[in-house]
């Protein structure tokens, strides 16, 4: 069955540094999420991608955050100077419309800031 | 701000009896509200949804309840399963000129006795 992959599964990094979260989106899927949850929180949603550019995002990405599908198959998001609080699992998604009815969700990375 | 609440963060439940987790939202112009099953270590798979403009969607074992003048849903498991032990978060969206507009709850652990 096909399946969202992320890579890495866990991410430590210093505080200002800059991060990239990949993920390989199911290849026929055409709409592509980002959601974040801070551990013992609620999922949120960060952005949404189609053809080739950021459909909705929400007031969390902020300018610090930008994404991209470099090669057609790779779905990434990079975190330019991260902070403490930026610790989180994140979680990629795609679908083939745009209902989020029928997402799916890949096993997330998870990111520490240092 | 909670748009999407979940009330309960924990549920325990004999295997065979019915689970019912709750979820409340403030928004009123949800279009879709979605239920999402979560294992630890893994994203989140879609369970079930339903439309703003009905008040019931069964699927198997799992059926969803709306309530909208009381801006309230519930998932129902009946028969619950061990298996089906696992965080469920509750998701709602509208669709506006700004975009769709995406939420989850903080979700609720389900634990099913065998």
């Known amino acids: 069955e096909p399946e969202v992959t992320q890579t890495p599964s866990h991410q430590v990094t210093q505080m200002g540094q800059e991060v990239i979260l990949r993920c390989v989106p199911i290849?026929?899927?055409?709409?592509f999420y980002w959601y974040r949850q801070i551990l013992g929180q609620k999922v949120e949603f960060l952005v949404s991608f189609y053809n080739n550019e950021i459909s909705e995002k929400s007031e969390i990405f902020d300018d610090q955050f930008s994404v991209e599908r470099p090669d057609g198959s790779n779905f990434t998001l990079k975190i330019r100077s991260t902070k403490l609080e930026d610790s989180a699992m994140y979680f990629c998604a795609s679908d083939t419309t745009r209902s989020y009815n029928e997402q799916f969700f890949g096993p997330g990375t998870r990111l520490t800031v240092l | 701000d909670q748009q999407v609440k979940q009330n309960s963060p924990s549920l325990s439940v004999q295997e065979g009896r019915i689970s019912i987790l709750n979820c409340d939202y403030t928004n009123s112009m949800f279009d879709y509200f979605l239920w999402y099953k979560k294992y630890p270590a893994e994203g989140p798979t879609f369970l079930i949804s339903?439309?703003?403009?009905?008040d019931k969607n069964e699927d198997g074992r799992f059926t969803v309840f709306l309530n909208k003048s009381a801006k309230h849903l519930s998932l129902h498991i009946v028969p619950s399963q061990p298996g089906d032990s696992a965080v469920y978060f509750c998701a709602a969206y509208h669709c506006d000129v700004a975009g769709n507009q995406f939420y989850f709850g903080t979700g609720t652990s389900l634990t099913v006795i065998p």
């Open positions: 290849s026929n899927h055409l709409y």
């Open positions: 339903i439309s703003s403009i009905k």
